[in-house]
């Protein structure tokens, strides 16, 4: 027997924008994209896990949401007349993360998901309503911390941050549940047969018990990719969800373009690590980067472009249309591609450094990491723009902040403005020509060594805990040999690609190479990747857009 307890408790003021009721004329739109449908009391037009579910609009009668957890079930909301089902997995197509029954005989208008995307892209009016709602809410179930997943872990796992971050930053809600803290842990464990040892464990739907998933488990596991046709030859795809990735997806897919984005983490790159970007245009009291790559995503699926959680391990660059492998061994077949993979953080130079990722070491400070470390000595290694955004954001929490640099100031290497509130940040103490020599600890970082090359002095300090943030390498491993690449790695493109490398390449046209052109004809690349870019958001964003309108002259060639 299902057994409710409660509604969804709101955290926002903003109810009639999270559960709108609409206007007769908006119904008699709505209602010429999709059908009457007659339910009865207790009927379930939706259960846990459908993928592509339709989406309703109550006429008349009443639809529950429900969330399943083995026999027990807990009540989110209930739409009434004039109310409309779903959330972002209504938009992406994914798993259905809860249950709709119907509690009172009526009629609703049903509209399946192809038909559902088409009614947001032609009624400007009806796709604000649907898509502020469709965000609204899901703010609400992370916030709630209601979703289709309970995630147990520990603050000392490494893989239990690994996790709560690609659930965080792909925006998926979860219940967690502490090891060391949660008084109701054991049942929980009991009840699933798990042992304290096998922590993380991620139960999905209530059914499937993950022990220390990947992150491509988990995504199987929530159906990330279960709704996207692998088969189907797409116009154009994208690698890598960072800022020049959703850029290119949202205008490709608005363009026309059949997209298909390729993200081995989740959306956002390295933006999405980003605590406060400020100096991107148009946000003057700044945007988290997982604020912007959330928003960016819900635009780019808006236009019909797909995203498939995987990670790109090879280009064949002999074939047509180009095939693209995928790790898991799955082909995707595209006449076009745009090389959006980015970069990634330098590792610091210390043979035990694998045992304190992610406990003690990380490479991002977001409100997961930061609140690990509140009240607690923190260091940042690196110069640059990030190291001073993570320095500044950590400094509201911590006890104090140490910035680690090798060169003798930040004027080479920080935006003015960072630098200045460094100086009047008390709790941020700058240690210039300073670098890390050793890191100690077990399970956990406990202490860290550092040294000065001026005073060749080294100190001992108990931290546990260092954001390493120190310059990036390009991901352009898995590209072995396609693309002539620059002496660091990073591909070329346009004007940059000399006679020589053309000549190398066989590069087979009359025309050069266009503007993000590589020396292969119709693959791009774009943004942090691409030799000579920018590396800024604003950059990555522009260039993800720009190189749109050379996709569409190779496709027309
Ligand atoms: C902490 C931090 C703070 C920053 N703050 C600012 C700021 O305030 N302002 C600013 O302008 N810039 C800032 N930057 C720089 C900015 O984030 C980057 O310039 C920008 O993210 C580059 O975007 P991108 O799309 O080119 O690449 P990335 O952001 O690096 O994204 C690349 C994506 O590709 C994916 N990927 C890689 N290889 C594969 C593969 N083989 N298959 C599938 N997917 C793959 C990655 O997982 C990643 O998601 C910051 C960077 C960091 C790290």
Redesign the pocket.
């Known amino acids: 027997m299902s057994n409710i307890r409660r509604g969804l408790p709101l955290t926002s003021s903003r109810t009639e924008k999270i559960f709108p009721v609409l206007t007769p004329a908006q119904i008699n739109r709505i209602k010429a994209h999709g059908h009457i449908r007659e339910v009865q009391s207790g009927e379930l037009v939706v259960e846990q896990g459908d993928i592509n579910i339709p989406f309703f609009v109550v006429i008349t009668g009443e639809l529950e949401i429900v969330r399943p957890f083995g026999a027990q079930e807990t009540l989110v909301t209930i739409h009434g007349p004039g109310q409309f089902t779903g959330e972002v997995n209504t938009l992406s197509g994914r798993r259905s993360m809860f249950r709709v029954r119907v509690t009172k005989t009526g009629k609703v208008i049903e509209l399946d998901h192809q038909k559902m995307l088409g009614l947001i892209q032609t009624d400007t009016e009806l796709s604000d309503i649907l898509m502020r709602a469709f965000i609204l809410r899901r703010v609400e179930l992370i916030t709630a911390g209601v979703g289709d997943i309970v995630l147990i872990g520990s603050a000392y796992s490494a893989d239990t941050l690994r996790i709560k971050e690609f659930l965080m930053r792909n925006g998926h809600p979860y219940s967690y549940v502490d090891l060391e803290r949660d008084p109701d842990v054991q049942n929980l464990l009991d009840s699933f047969q798990i042992s304290a040892n096998e922590i993380p464990v991620l139960i999905c739907r209530g059914q499937l018990v993950l022990r220390n998933p990947s992150n491509q488990q988990t995504a199987d596991c929530l159906g990330f990719n279960e709704s996207i046709d692998q088969t189907q030859l797409r116009d154009l795809v994208v690698?890598?969800?960072?800022?020049?990735?959703l850029a290119a997806a949202v205008y490709g897919a608005s363009e026309g373009l059949d997209v298909l984005v390729?993200?081995?983490?989740s959306p956002?790159?390295?933006?999405g690590?980003?605590s406060r970007?400020?100096?991107?245009l148009g946000f003057p009291t700044s945007i988290s980067?997982q604020e912007l790559a959330a928003r960016a995503f819900n635009q780019a699926q808006k236009f019909g472009a797909h995203m498939l959680v995987?990670?790109?391990?090879r280009l064949v660059c002999d074939e047509r249309p180009f095939v693209i492998e995928l790790e898991n061994g799955a082909r995707i077949s595209t006449r076009t591609v745009m090389i959006?993979?980015?970069?990634q953080y330098r590792k610091l130079p210390m043979e035990n450094l694998s045992r304190f990722e992610g406990a003690g070491v990380y490479y991002?400070?977001t409100f997961v990491e930061a609140q690990l470390c509140g009240g607690e000595e923190v260091v940042v290694v690196g110069g640059g723009?990030?190291a001073g955004?993570?320095a500044v954001f950590l400094a509201q929490n911590a006890k104090r902040v140490h910035i680690l640099v090798r060169s003798a100031g930040l004027t080479a290497s920080m935006s003015r403005y960072l630098i200045r509130r460094i100086e009047n940040t008390p709790t941020i103490i700058l240690r210039t020509q300073t670098e890390i020599v050793t890191l100690e600890g077990d399970d956990h970082l406990e202490s860290v060594y550092w040294r000065n090359s001026q005073t060749g002095q080294t100190e001992k300090h108990e931290i546990s805990h260092v954001f390493v943030?120190t310059g990036a390498d390009p991901?352009t491993r898995?590209l072995d040999g396609c693309i002539i690449l620059d002496d660091k790695g990073f591909i070329k493109t346009g004007s940059d690609l000399l006679p020589d490398n053309l000549s190398t390449s066989g590069w087979p046209l009359m025309r050069q190479p266009y503007l993000l052109e590589t020396s292969l004809p119709g693959v791009f690349a774009?943004?942090?990747?691409r030799s000579g870019s920018v590396?800024?958001?604003?950059s990555?964003v522009g260039e993800g857009s720009i190189a749109i309108s050379f996709v569409h002259r190779v496709l027309q060639e």
Not at 239 to 245: D, L, T, V
Not at 526 to 529: A, I, M, N, R
């Open positions: 690698i890598g969800a960072g800022p020049s990735g390729l993200e081995t983490g956002g790159g390295q933006a690590s980003s970007i400020e100096n991107y980067g995987a990670k790109a391990s959006a993979t980015g970069a991002g400070a723009n990030s955004q993570a943030m991901n898995w774009v943004g942090d990747v590396k800024r958001v604003a990555a």
